[in-house]
């Protein structure tokens, strides 16, 4: 089965509506109640950064910000400071002396969003403005390598800051070199496809989602440009709650993973429907939903479209590693429960 | 306050007042001025010699003495600063405290907090920097981020340095800049002296509330911190040289309207002692300021001509203050507790520049590093040799020349394995 129905209702028509897994679900979006639309489908959504900014084209993290700010923008009645760590977001949404940004921004460093932002949040509580509510948003960079310190700070003072990590698994706007959130044998510019042992190293790297979890924080999800309802959602349900939240989104990266442009939302489906990236969500250090694979496809079939893998093909055939990346993806699997018959605590059924 | 232990009841009606002057910690002065100033933020990391700073403040945030305060303890200096920076660009009025490698953790939050134009008040406890790792006073704290674009003052006194701190929140918020108080490390933040401290009253007129020039506000989105390019880089960087030289006009300004408001003459750019008719002028930052001026008297008593320049106000350097100071004197001698290794004295050096155009000599010493004591005997024996013409152009004061020559000796004998 290649193509599998997601049913929700139109509450006013009580009509069952049909998502079919085929894109970024815009095909039942306005067959959809209202409520249950994207925030995107809104004419009266915030448009945070606006278009005319200098991402490349097909960014997934241009396209991950939009969603997810407009989202944080809807739940707090448009109230939000975002706080941006230096890197490609940055620089290509603020080229003085324009800017994207339709809400206050603010940038300081590489590796001190989450501290910044901890800062705003103080003086919010403390001139009596806590209904502004402060979104922090930076790569895999500068969240899982040299933000973490003060990440992990502002995680074990819950202090009242959303954190999205756009993950593009590299540090792609200093020319793509290899972070702690560069998979097994992919090539970087600093993880070459040389030697015997071609790309990144296996037995490396950080799953900063679950260490976020071991901080004991309200609220940690993993989400995906792939469904941008469940980005939104997730956004959404992180904006209900006070103290430390974070969202680690995957944002492909046709530059850095050698994919054409046209295929990052596919690339980005098929690292979740291989295993590699689950979708979850977590409370207060728990697992409480996670989103089961539609439609199972073996990593290969992620690995083989990027051609930061091709060594793992190309000349020869690297079975032990195609190995042992399918076994990466097998332990998520059984970890995070993905292969089941239902389809999750899904926010679209149960509002069904 | 403590209560004093009454020995005897007291007979009849007992008018209860403050004391005008109390003996406290210079840590507990500095900490209670920088609560008159009412931050709203203050977020700390401990390291020897600023904490107890910070511990007063944490415990008068809790008991509420210190109210509508948000005291944060983060995991490093780096943070410590992003927190202020944050705080601060969001209108709060924020504060922390470091010393020593501290400020370098932070090095890359001071620079941005300045080029951001962050009226941030930091008080920086003075402190050598390792290796080898050391925790006394000198200044190589100050010195190594003497170019981060900060207001550097310098207090000689615990008086002194409540003092600065007053003028440093009015000077910052008025001009929009960040502000670094130094105060001497252990010499005194921890040492016990007789201060004043304002009433809040006085403090609040003295103080306006904080108004930013820019703030982040969703009703009136701004963009802080944007990319600039080669194009108009140049410019930013041109109006903060302006907003520095800006500072050192409205120093001495402040300083006089200190004077008229609390009756003490504080702060400034520089101020001068027994410079009149003075031959040899010696020029000092900070604390060690008392042990040259009792040096001065010493030696005026003996019939020599020496005065002394105590400079407050090092960076914006006040060059042409500076020069003015020094005009009458045909020698200048730089005392300070820092050292550029392979250069001198950095002091000396911006000493020597103000005084390009004149023939006056600039003598450097370098003395105090790692909180080795200043005795007034070593200072006295340096300035009559200054007098005799006896004194090389750079003296490291006390050194022990027996261990050094140990070392090079040693050095020299080093072979690699073959």
Known sequence: MNVEAKETMNVEAGQKIKFYQTGTLTVGNRLLDEDLRTVQASEERSNAITSGHRACQGCGEALGARYALDAAMRAANGKIIAVNATGCLEVFSTPYPETSWTLPWLHSLFGNAASVASGVAAALRRLGKADIRVVAQGGDGGTTDIGFACLSGMFERNDDVLYLCYDNQGYMNTGVQRSSATPPTARTATTPAVGTAPGNIFGTGKDVPRIAMAHGIPYVATASVADLHDLERKVTNAMQVRGARYIHILVPCPLGWGTVTNATIRVARLATESGLFPLFEAEHGEIVASSPIRRAVPVEDYLKIQSRFAHLFRPTRDDAHLAALQAIADKNIQRYNLLRNDHGNDARKEAA | ?418
């Open chain 2, 1 to 418: 306050m403590k209560t004093p232990i009454q020995l005897t009841p007291p007979k009849g009606p007992v008018e209860l007042t403050l004391p005008k002057a109390r003996q406290i910690e210079g840590s507990r002065a500095i900490a209670e001025a920088v609560g008159l100033c009412r931050p709203q933020v203050i977020c700390a990391y401990p390291i020897t010699p600023q904490t107890h700073i910070v511990e007063e403040l944490s415990a008068m945030v809790k008991t509420g003495e210190l109210m509508d305060c948000e005291f944060i303890n983060v995991e490093s200096e780096f943070a410590a600063l992003s927190v202020a920076i944050g705080a601060s660009a969001a209108g709060a009025r924020a504060y922390t405290a470091t010393s020593s490698q501290g400020l370098l953790y932070m090095a890359e939050a001071v620079y941005n907090a300045s080029g951001m134009q962050l009226p941030i008040v930091m008080t920086l406890g003075n402190r050598a920097i390792g290796a080898p790792i050391n925790i006394w006073n000198d200044h190589s704290d100050a010195m190594a981020l003497r170019d981060a674009g900060w207001v550097l003052l310098f207090a000689e006194t615990n008086q002194e340095a409540i003092d600065l701190h007053l003028q440093a929140f009015r000077l910052a918020e008025e001009l929009s800049t960040p502000v670094m108080v130094c105060v001497d490390g252990f010499i005194l933040t921890h040492a016990y002296e007789e201060v004043e401290l304002p009433t809040p009253e006085a403090v609040d007129r003295w103080l306006p509330k904080f108004q930013p020039r820019q703030v982040l506000d969703p009703a009136e989105p701004i963009t802080m911190g944007a990319l600039v390019g080669p194009e108009s880089f140049s410019e930013v960087r041109y109006l903060a040289h302006r907003k520095q030289l800006r500072a050192l006009e409205r120093i001495p300004e402040l300083s006089a309207e200190f004077n008229a408001t609390f009756g003490r003459n504080s702060g400034g750019i520089l101020r001068t002692y027994k410079t009149e008719g003075a031959e040899t002028i010696v020029l000092a930052m900070g604390s060690i300021n008392g042990t040259i001026e009792d040096a001065i008297d010493e030696l005026r008593r003996n019939g020599h001509a020496i005065g002394a320049v105590i400079l407050t106000t090092f960076r914006p350097f006040p060059y042409a203050s500076v020069a003015a100071a020094l005009k009458n004197a045909s020698q200048a001698i730089v005392v300070e507790k820092s050292l550029t290794a392979g250069m001198g004295g950095p002091l000396a050096a911006d000493v020597t520049l103000a005084l390009a155009n004149t023939s006056t000599p600039v003598y450097s010493v370098i003395a105090g590093l790692g909180g080795r004591p200043i005795p007034q005997a070593s200072l006295e024996s340096i300035f009559e040799r200054a007098r005799d013409r006896e004194l090389p152009e750079t003296t490291f004061l006390d050194l022990h020349w027996d261990a050094v020559n140990q070392a090079i000796t040693k050095e020299l004998s080093w072979t690699p394995h073959t």
